[in-house]
């Protein structure tokens, strides 16, 4: 179905927080009404009052409210949208619901569910890559179906070995294992725990690689055949495989490897017949060396370092595509202009071992001033319900190099007053003033031994 974006009036955002109110940002601009859907939790919150039309879709837990197809399809109903937006999380790599929203003759902001299933599991996206001659990480070909089999493809490619969930997300779902002994006590347990977590027992074997940076590859797709790429962001600040800083460019990024890594992200795009935007995740070793892990098929929390740094609104072309319009950016090299970081400030007490700190916003007092965005739901008086992820803000600041961006983000994050609630400002402020941090000699180990010398505050 191809209309045209001017033609189109009114779109659902089937998400919450910063991220449904950066999609009625995106729509505002392009003169587009929208449709925010809310839990009773969310009652009170911006993107409920921000947004032309809302609609109370159900109580407090996700599965009643953001995760049920059958109640944000009546909404759409009932509001005569004629399009939804997933966000990220809930609904937005669900190719059930993308299928049923084709079917339904909404449409899905995001790729088709072919395009979601070839990526959604994530042991045959690694079959698919390898078959299109994307680099992976050494590992076992396709799922492990049972203890005999992970020892002998363990044995095989040498420990330390990963076992992962095929249908894992979000950092969750994955197990290191040393040797023999605890892959023999783990591999039961990590099968049975991505059941009960995902629904789903697959899992699948990896090399574990240590001292590595996760890279990732922004790609743009239009129903014209055209693939894109809009350059990387360095991801490998990460406390238990979550990520809490990104970047753009990549620390150590040459404008050779952007080139083969964007290459090689748009070939696996191209395999797929890709449509929308999506990540292509890499893990990149000291020698420069990069694997596949895995390929997002949505918006990702970290979108706004592109947008920063390539001057381009990610969102406003995601819409645009969906609605059949060719991609607005020139094929080639992307532009790349200065330095972006990404501090993900979540609800969460650093000093108490990350634990969820829920509860009421008294103070909020943002930063300002030149090449800082802040993308957030917060304000003063705001309720942090304990139901859904604890993402706050997003405080992105952006500087002429990364020197100058590291700077602003530790003033920005210093005059930052979140009252109330912990967050993980004070944590982030510190990691901005650690010499390994500063030189860009950041990989995903990063954090753990952070934390052995970091004075608690
Ligand atoms: P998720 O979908 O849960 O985000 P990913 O497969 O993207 O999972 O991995 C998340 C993080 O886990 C990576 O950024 C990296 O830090 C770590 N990781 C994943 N696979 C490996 C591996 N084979 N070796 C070392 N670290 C890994």
Same mark, same amino acid.
């Not at 929390?301 to 740094?309: D, F, I, K, N, S």
């Given at each position: 179905?191809?209309?045209?974006?001017?033609?189109?009036?009114?779109?659902?955002?089937a998400?919450?927080?910063?991220?449904?109110?950066?999609?009625?940002?995106?729509?505002?601009?392009?003169?587009?009404?929208?449709?925010?859907?809310?839990?009773?939790?969310?009652?009170?919150?911006?993107?409920?009052?921000?947004?032309?039309?809302?609609?109370?879709?159900?109580?407090?837990s996700p599965s009643e409210s953001y995760l049920d197809v059958?109640r944000i399809?009546?909404?759409?109903?009932?509001?005569?949208?004629?399009?939804?937006?997933?966000?990220?999380g809930f609904l937005?790599?669900n190719?059930?619901f993308?299928?049923?929203?084709?079917?339904?003759?909404?449409?899905?902001?995001?790729?088709?569910?072919?395009?979601?299933?070839?990526?959604?599991?994530?042991?045959?996206?690694?079959?698919?890559?390898?078959?299109?001659?994307?680099?992976?990480?050494?590992?076992?070909?396709?799922?492990?179906?049972?203890?005999?089999?992970?020892?002998?493809?363990?044995?095989?490619?040498?420990? &330390? #070995?990963?076992?992962?969930?095929?249908?894992?997300?979000?950092? /969750?779902?994955?197990?290191? $294992?040393?040797?023999? +002994?605890? *892959?023999?006590?783990?591999?039961?347990?990590?099968?049975?725990?991505?059941?009960?977590?995902?629904?789903?027992?697959?899992?699948?074997?990896?090399?574990?690689?240590?001292?590595?940076?996760?890279?990732?590859?922004?790609?743009?797709?239009?129903?014209?055949?055209?693939?894109?790429?809009?350059?990387?962001?360095?991801?490998?600040?990460?406390?238990?495989?979550?990520?809490?800083?990104?970047?753009?460019?990549?620390?150590?990024?040459?404008?050779?490897?952007?080139?083969?890594?964007?290459?090689?992200?748009?070939?696996?795009?191209?395999?797929?017949?890709?449509?929308?935007?999506?990540?292509?995740?890499?893990?990149?070793?000291?020698?420069?060396?990069?694997?596949?892990?895995?390929?997002?098929?949505?918006?990702?929390?970290?979108? &706004? #370092?592109?947008?920063?740094?390539?001057?381009?609104?990610?969102? /406003?072309?995601?819409?645009? $595509?969906?609605?059949? +319009?060719? *991609?607005?950016?020139?094929?080639?090299?992307?532009?790349?202009?200065?330095?972006?970081?990404?501090?993900?400030?979540?609800?969460?007490?650093?000093?108490?071992?990350?634990?969820?700190?829920?509860?009421?916003?008294?103070?909020?007092?943002?930063?300002?001033?030149?090449?800082?965005?802040?993308?957030?739901?917060?304000?003063?008086?705001?309720?942090?319900?304990?139901?859904?992820?604890?993402?706050?803000?997003?405080?992105?600041?952006?500087?002429?190099?990364?020197?100058?961006?590291?700077?602003?983000?530790?003033?920005?994050?210093?005059?930052?007053?979140?009252?109330?609630?912990?967050?993980?400002?004070?944590?982030?402020?510190?990691?901005?003033?650690?010499?390994?941090?500063?030189?860009?000699?950041?990989?995903?180990?990063?954090?753990?031994?952070?934390?052995?010398?970091?004075?608690?505050?």
């Amino acid at each position: 179905m191809i209309w045209g974006v001017l033609l189109f009036k009114k779109l659902l955002i089937a998400n919450r927080g910063e991220i449904a109110l950066r999609i009625i940002r995106a729509c505002k601009e392009l003169g587009i009404k929208t449709v925010a859907v809310y839990s009773e939790a969310d009652k009170d919150s911006l993107h409920a009052r921000f947004a032309d039309e809302s609609i109370c879709i159900g109580p407090n837990s996700p599965s009643e409210s953001y995760l049920d197809v059958a109640r944000i399809i009546a909404a759409v109903e009932i509001t005569g949208a004629e399009a939804i937006h997933p966000g990220y999380g809930f609904l937005a790599e669900n190719a059930d619901f993308s299928e049923i929203c084709e079917r339904s003759k909404i449409v899905f902001i995001g790729p088709n569910a072919d395009q979601i299933e070839a990526m959604g599991d994530k042991a045959t996206a690694r079959e698919t890559m390898q078959q299109i001659g994307v680099p992976t990480v050494p590992g076992s070909d396709g799922l492990v179906a049972d203890l005999k089999d992970a020892k002998s493809i363990a044995s095989e490619i040498g420990y &330390p #070995v990963m076992i992962k969930a095929s249908a894992g997300g979000g950092g /969750k779902g994955m197990r290191v $294992v040393q040797n023999e +002994e605890e *892959l023999s006590k783990s591999f039961d347990t990590t099968q049975a725990e991505a059941k009960s977590t995902f629904g789903n027992s697959d899992v699948y074997i990896e090399k574990y690689i240590s001292e590595i940076r996760h890279v990732e590859i922004q790609i743009f797709g239009d129903s014209h055949g055209k693939v894109l790429h809009l350059g990387e962001r360095d991801c490998s600040t990460q406390r238990r495989h979550q990520k809490l800083i990104e970047e753009s460019p990549a620390p150590g990024m040459t404008s050779e490897m952007r080139r083969q890594m964007g290459e090689t992200a748009i070939m696996a795009g191209q395999g797929i017949d890709y449509v929308g935007a999506g990540t292509v995740e890499f893990l990149v070793d000291p020698e420069g060396n990069y694997y596949f892990i895995e390929m997002n098929t949505r918006i990702q929390v970290e979108h &706004p #370092v592109t947008e920063v740094v390539t001057g381009l609104d990610l969102v /406003k072309e995601q819409i645009r $595509v969906a609605f059949g +319009e060719a *991609l607005s950016f020139p094929s080639g090299e992307p532009s790349i202009q200065g330095h972006a970081i990404e501090f993900r400030i979540n609800a969460e007490d650093p000093a108490q071992n990350f634990m969820p700190s829920p509860g009421c916003v008294e103070t909020f007092q943002p930063p300002g001033g030149p090449g800082i965005r802040l993308d957030t739901h917060l304000y003063t008086g705001y309720q942090v319900p304990p139901y859904y992820d604890s993402l706050l803000a997003k405080l992105i600041v952006s500087g002429s190099n990364r020197e100058e961006a590291i700077v602003r983000g530790r003033h920005a994050l210093d005059s930052f007053v979140i009252e109330g609630v912990k967050t993980s400002i004070p944590f982030l402020s510190d990691i901005t003033r650690d010499d390994d941090f500063m030189t860009g000699g950041v990989d995903t180990g990063f954090v753990e031994k952070f934390m052995q010398r970091w004075v608690k505050r």
